[in-house]
């Protein structure tokens, strides 16, 4: 297997939940090139998933060191100030990322931002923004779904939770919090 295809099937065991296979491939991807930002940005989502943020955060670090401007490095290291608490670091983060690419995790973890600075009744006008801005995007609906859910109003959450399965068929999140 070349890099490209290893680097690959690490994301795969990622996303599969073998965590020690992922990490064995992301540390062989770096030992055959140093200075690889993908194979750094690899571990750095290993070690979040494991709750591991000081690893996560250092691999990440590398990642951007390595790699030009990537609005998906900048997500993940908002998201790791975020599990920090420097709120700011974070937001600049998510701006960033915004900047770059109009990242939608991005703008979702900006809305999680606002929801946790007390700024909610400025993230509900934000996502309908971007519920109108990328109406294909069943992330945003759920997320939509689930700031109504937590207001108490589950009846028009549902309906937000219908459009994301209307979009995403698959989507067991989505899925569960209809079937509750």
């Known amino acids: 297997m070349n890099f490209e295809e290893k680097l690959n099937r690490g994301f ?4 599969d939940k073998d965590i020690d296979h992922s990490l064995d491939i992301a540390r062989e991807l770096q030992k055959e090139n140093p200075e690889s930002d993908e194979a ?17 955060f ?10 030009e401007d990537n609005a998906a490095y900048y997500n993940l290291r908002g998201n790791l100030h975020l599990q920090k ?17 109009d990242s ?3 703008h979702r973890s900006k ?20 519920i109108k801005a990328d109406p294909h995007d069943a992330e945003n609906w759920i997320l939509m779904g689930d700031m109504i859910k937590r207001g108490g109003q589950d009846d028009k959450a549902r309906t ?3 459009q ?9 999140y989505a899925q569960r919090q209809l079937e509750e």
Request: glycine share 4%; net charge negative.
């Open 164 to 172: 994301a399965l209307k979009i995403d068929p698959d989507n067991e």
């Open 104 to 106: 939608p995790s991005a």
């Open 111 to 130: 809305v999680m931002l606002m929801l946790m600075t007390d700024r909610g009744p400025d993230a509900i006008p934000y996502l309908i923004g971007r």
């Open 12 to 15: 795969e065991l990622l996303q």
């Open 85 to 101: 608490e420097d709120l700011k670091k974070a937001e600049a983060d998510f701006d960033k990322a915004i900047e770059i690419s």
């Open 58 to 67: 250092t691999a990440i670090e590398k990642a951007m060191e390595f790699g």
């Open 40 to 56: 750094f940005y690899l571990e750095a989502l290993i070690m979040q998933q494991l709750n591991q943020y000081d690893m996560s």
């Open 160 to 162: 937000y939770y219908e």
